[in-house]
């Protein structure tokens, strides 16, 4: 049996499309079974249409706090009885649930703790590793808490910081390793080998 999963966005949906593009060339073992968007008329909920999942909206804009939305979102969510919640360029504040703990991961385009954080997002954070002069940015899967790119770290790569670079070719660079690197840890989640202890994440071996 495939993992179910829900996909919440807020864009694109690049990272969604990866995502069914694994599932149905059989090299991640899941099946998205809705999306979520934060914004009405998003590309990301074209691709969902495209792929015949069920796919709503629930305006960030409409609600007067992270708690009022979040309630919004999970009553959206739990119609559907995800084993996993994969936010995938989902620009919001989300509060857990208890139901969900340890059930929600995100991408982020930075090596976390580096370049995280409240209005570090999409092309943001790009902007903010070259006005730095960092010299290596990259890719982090991380489970979700109540805090911006906080909950534990599933996995990391890491990607350099070329001389030339714009926001935009870095952000080229950071996607290709999060097309690896996101549906890997979604695989180790689905095989059950991630287990939270504190703040580390362990690997279990197959
Ligand atoms: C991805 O690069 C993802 O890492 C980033 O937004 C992009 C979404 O692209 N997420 C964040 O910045 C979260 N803090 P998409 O809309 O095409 O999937």
């Given at each position: 049996m495939p993992l179910t999963v829900a996909v919440l966005l807020s864009g694109n949906g690049s990272t969604l499309q990866n995502l069914l593009d694994r599932a149905a060339s059989g090299a991640l073992d899941v099946q998205v079974v809705c999306v979520v968007s934060?914004?009405?008329?998003?590309f990301g909920l074209e691709r969902a249409r495209r792929a015949g999942i069920p796919a709503i909206t629930v305006p960030r804009?409409?609600?007067?706090?992270p708690e009022t939305f979040g309630e919004a979102i999970w009553s959206e969510v739990r119609k559907h009885s995800p084993g996993l919640v994969v936010l995938a360029g989902f620009m919001s504040l989300l509060p857990v649930p208890p139901d969900f703990r340890g059930r929600i991961i995100n991408v982020h385009?930075?090596?976390?703790?580096?370049?995280?954080?409240?209005?570090?997002y999409g092309q943001h954070v790009h902007e903010a590793v070259l006005a730095y002069g960092a010299k290596v940015s990259g890719a982090t899967v991380h489970f979700v808490d109540?805090?911006?790119?906080?909950?534990?770290?599933i996995l990391q790569s890491a990607v350099p910081v070329l001389e030339d670079d714009t926001p935009e070719t870095l952000a080229t660079r950071v996607q290709a390793e999060e097309r690896d690197l996101y549906p890997k840890a979604i695989q180790l989640f689905a095989e059950g080998r991630l287990r939270i202890e504190d703040r580390r994440v362990r690997i279990l071996p197959k």
């Open positions: 934060s914004r009405a008329g998003v804009k409409d609600y007067a706090t385009p930075a090596l976390i703790p580096a370049f995280s954080g409240k209005g570090m109540e805090e911006y790119d906080r909950g534990p770290v």
